[in-house]
């Protein structure tokens, strides 16, 4: 076939398993989709395939993952076994094979892909990439010569660094006798054959290494910080147990408990731990992302020896090996560390932490690959960091990843062409090493590098959901990049449309999703002229869809409540896969909405056969389900959308609700603000997740920690629009009423930055039952005597029901009125679902009502209200409460 400019060209750096794995899939789903694509191998090794993992020489190196799982294709599980049968019959599933049989087999398998493609092609490069740069909408590569390489997609597929070895000394490390990296080629040579030898790390490294150094009358030491040597596999391996269901979101204590007891039950079930530790395998990832930042460390600190010891365990073959040698005591391990060594002429003098003196002729590194990207010396990795194309994954492990490994980037705010793969994703993912994760890996990253290149590539550029765009691809990339966000609930999607629209100016779609924003969120500083110039944009170019949209739009922005409501409706029936409009017809932390409750949960429970799995969708439903009570489903809902886009801001809300709604007031605060530290500054609504912490801390009666979140959070030029009166001066006015917060409210600047035409005349019944609150918090009866007489000749019922009485309320609270203050907020508690919001939001109301019944002496129905809310949802604040007022009832008594 002829090769032109409308192929793929992607490059896939590192030719290891990683790197080969991700090749032969890219050339495979090249094929199936036909598309026609050139595919570099960059890597300066001379064969792909091997690298370090399996490049060993010794025969007695063995997989330590029996062969019926090492299959280079998840969808056929047993494609090694029978390449290896082939070669060697009488080979069964269980066996535990040599490796370098694997990486032959990886070789052929990337030679006998490519050579079958009639679609792509493979470039094998042996070099080494030292830089990256961004280049128009792709990237280039910057090699060892100078030259660069230009792609549209690059996959990092780096492997392990080279281990850490600041332990060793700067003497040690420049002597002849230390082997910083054991895996490096002719790394053993200088070895001395008749010399002891000290190998400092005591995991699979130093497992292989004893098998290749073991002499007759040589000792070998090992040595590590816990001792601890991998487990054993079982000759006859016992199939997985079932996943338990396990929740990290109780935090680190909770987790270990609850492993321990399945480790237990998996013991008693079928003789043996194993099958339990391996029935963990799937859950590991979920779980992980669900501990809190805090707990991440303690666990790298405290458990993970513990944990890699019985999840990564040894051939039964090597293990047998390494018996033996410790039985015979020719291999001597032990806790300690090395306090200092002195190399002579024909030795190392080494002093242990434990006392001991040894003298060795050789000093070997085992102490496993460095996983803190910040410290290794790699050109490309630092390339990468400095210039923000990349940054350091959570706990410090690898790179940042989205859920479909793509490189997240210093600040969000471009559209990544970075991918990787394997050990570079343990900090989203914690195991991330072995073949199985990998390959699945490999054909995960292949299938985003190709979906996203494959909306640049056809006579028409499509959205993320498939739906046609009539514009170019350049402009379309930056649209879905913008959706995505939109949809994430992150920032920047604002400025990647803008781009969209400056890249072709008649792109209808792009103007039009600015235009709402602009409406919706105050984005941009004049959506009708946004709107007009994809009315403009259309009329030269658009198709139905499109133009629906823009209609749908216009109603919306410019019509009645109702034609605005049908509209927006009507498009979606026609176009379910319009997930923007979904989101500005469904009232969410997003957008205000068009739909009642029990509408939208249809609405959007109807949409589960569009779009299945999809992470935004299922944290639409999380949400729909936490508001019908059914915190489970919730929960669950919300797991699964986390799990495939971490910073997902709808699953985020849901999980939040579900915390509070359930009263998990510690749980809840310690995931939000691990989420908060790791998510936030790319998130749109952090100040709402804000409150939801302050929310949290409230319930918990911890004044301190409330008025350090608003000062720290809540205060500043990171809260602005609406969300300074919903999120800042809601918490502020809710304090007061709970009495935890005394003295005068820090309001100066926060009523300023609020839109001035929420406190004038709100357009919304949300709005106006904040605005009350805001002007209550400042004292302005005059303001609220306004806001009152705007709500009782506004045609939306819910302001004459309920913004209008609450304004009444409000200025008997400032009056100092508490029975007239009662009686109007007793009837305003049913009523107050018309203006829309949460029930966390709102009971805010119920809160003032608390403290008017309180301030005026009506302890017993206080009390009443109290104990009603403590069965629902148990909080300190309003047990401490109670049990005031049930002292004070006592007194009187």
């Known amino acids: 076939m002829s090769w032109n400019s409308s192929s793929h060209r992607i490059a896939v750096v590192g030719a290891g398993a990683a790197g080969t794995l991700t090749a032969v899939q890219l050339l495979r789903q090249s094929e199936r989709l036909g598309r026609a694509a050139e595919i570099w191998l960059i890597d300066p090794a001379g064969q792909p395939g091997p690298g370090v993992a399996y490049g060993t ?178 000759t006859e391996p016992a199939p997985a147990a079932e996943p338990p269901r396990l929740d990290g979101s109780r935090g680190l204590d909770a987790l270990r408990r609850d492993v321990r007891h399945y480790l237990a039950a998996s013991r008693r079930a079928c003789g043996d731990w194993r099958p339990g530790m391996d029935g963990l395998r799937p859950l590991t990832a979920a779980l992980w992302q669900q501990l809190s930042t805090a707990d991440r460390s303690r666990f ?44 002579g002429a024909d030795a190392v003098t080494v002093r242990l932490s434990d006392g001991r003196e040894l003298r060795v002729g050789a000093v070997i590194n085992c102490t496993g690959a460095q996983t803190d990207l910040r410290r290794t010396a790699d050109p490309l990795v630092r390339c990468l960091l400095d210039r923000g194309h990349a940054r350091t994954g959570p706990a410090g492990l690898g790179f940042d990843t989205w859920s479909d490994g793509r490189l997240v980037p210093a600040v969000v705010t471009s559209v990544s062409r970075l991918w990787t793969l394997g050990v570079l994703r343990r900090g989203n993912l914690l195991e991330s090493t072995a073949i199985p994760e990998i390959r699945a890996q490999a054909a995960e990253v292949a299938g985003s590098v190709l979906t996203v290149l494959g909306r640049r590539s056809g006579p028409r550029a499509t959205d993320r959901y498939g739906q046609t765009l009539s514009t170019t ?33 008649d792109f209808a779609a792009g103007h039009a999703a600015l235009a709402l924003l602009g409406h919706e969120c105050g984005a941009v500083p004049d959506p009708a002229a946004a709107l007009e110039a994809a009315r403009r944009a259309a009329a030269r170019r658009a198709n139905d869809r499109e133009r629906s949209l823009i209609a749908a739009l216009d109603a919306r922005l410019n019509g009645t409540e109702e034609a605005g409501r049908t509209a927006l409706l009507r498009h979606i029936a026609d176009h379910p896969r319009e997930a923007l409009v979904v ?154 009423m709970t009495g935890s917060w005394s003295g005068e409210l820090p309001l100066t600047g926060l009523l300023e930055a609020a839109p001035a035409h929420w406190l004038d005349a709100p357009a919304t019944s949300f709005a106006a039952l904040h605005s009350a609150l805001a002007l209550a918090a400042a004292g302005d009866l005059d303001g609220l005597g306004r806001l009152r007489a705007h709500a009782v000749t506004h045609h939306q019922e819910a302001f004459a029901l309920v913004i209008a009485p609450l304004c009444e309320a409000l200025a008997a609270v400032l009056r100092e009125s508490w029975r007239e203050a009662a009686l109007r907020l007793w009837p305003l508690l049913p009523e107050l679902g018309r203006v829309g919001g949460s029930r966390a939001q709102l009971g805010v109301v119920e809160e003032t009502l608390l403290h008017a019944l309180i301030a005026g002496g009506e302890h017993d129905r206080a009390a009443d209200l109290l104990a009603a809310r403590l069965d629902r949802r148990p909080a300190p604040l309003d047990r401490r409460r109670l049990t005031a007022l049930s002292d004070l009832r006592a007194a009187r008594v």
């Open 57 to 234: 020489s010794d025969p007695r190196h063995l997989l330590n993952v029996a062969a019926g799982r090492m299959s280079a294709f998840p969808d056929d599980p047993e494609h090694f076994l029978r390449w290896f049968a082939a070669r060697h019959p009488g080979a069964g599933p269980g066996d535990y094979l040599p490796r370098q049989e694997y990486g032959r087999y990886l070789t052929e398998v990337l030679d006998t892909t490519a050579a079958g493609s009639r679609r792509a092609r493979l470039h094998r490069v042996r070099d080494r990439v030292v830089g990256a740069r961004a280049q128009g909408a792709g990237v280039a590569l910057r090699l060892t010569d100078g030259t660069e390489l230009r792609v549209d997609a690059a996959v990092l597929a780096l492997g392990n660094f080279a281990p850490g070895q600041d332990w060793a000394g700067t003497e040690l490390r420049e002597s002849r006798r230390f082997v910083a990296d054991p895996w490096e080629p002719g790394a053993l040579d200088d070895v001395p054959e008749d010399a002891d030898v000290l190998l400092v790390g005591t995991g699979l490294t130093m497992a292989d290494l004893a098998v290749s150094l073991a002499r007759p009358g040589r000792v070998l030491h090992a040595v590590s910080r816990n001792g601890l040597v991998p487990r054993d596999h079982l």
């Open 300 to 343: 790298l600190r405290e458990d993970l020896r513990l944990w890699e010891v019985h999840r990564h365990r040894m051939a039964p073959g090597t293990a047998a090996m390494v018996r033996a040698l410790r039985d015979s005591g020719r291999l001597r391990v032990a806790c300690a560390e090395t306090v200092r060594a002195v190399p």
């Open 473 to 505: 691809l350049d402009a379309a990339e930056f649209y879905n990049e913008a959706l995505d966000r939109i949809l994430a609930g992150e920032r920047g999607a604002e400025a990647l449309l803008t781009e969209a629209v400056t890249t072709d100016p």
């Open 583 to 736: 989101s500005a017809a469904v009232p969410t932390i997003s957008f205000n909405g068009v739909t009642g409750a029990e509408e939208a949960w249809a609405l959007i429970e109807g949409l589960s056969g569009t779009y299945g799995a999809d992470w935004w969708y299922l944290g639409q439903l999380a949400f729909v389900r936490q508001e019908q009570e059914r915190w489970q489903e919730a929960e669950a809902l919300a797991a699964q959308a986390l799990t495939a886009r971490p910073s997902a801001g709808h699953a985020v809300h849901a999980r939040s609700h579900v915390f509070y709604e359930t009263g998990e007031h510690r749980a809840g605060l310690a995931w939000l603000d691990d989420w908060i530290r790791r998510y936030g500054a790319d998130s749109s609504h952090c100040a709402h997740f804000s409150w939801h912490a302050a929310l949290h801390e409230l319930m918990l009666d911890d004044r301190r920690a409330v008025r350090r979140r608003f000062h720290r959070e809540l205060a500043g030029s990171g809260v602005s629009g609406g969300r300074v009166l919903v999120d800042s001066v809601s918490m502020l006015w809710r304090a007061r």
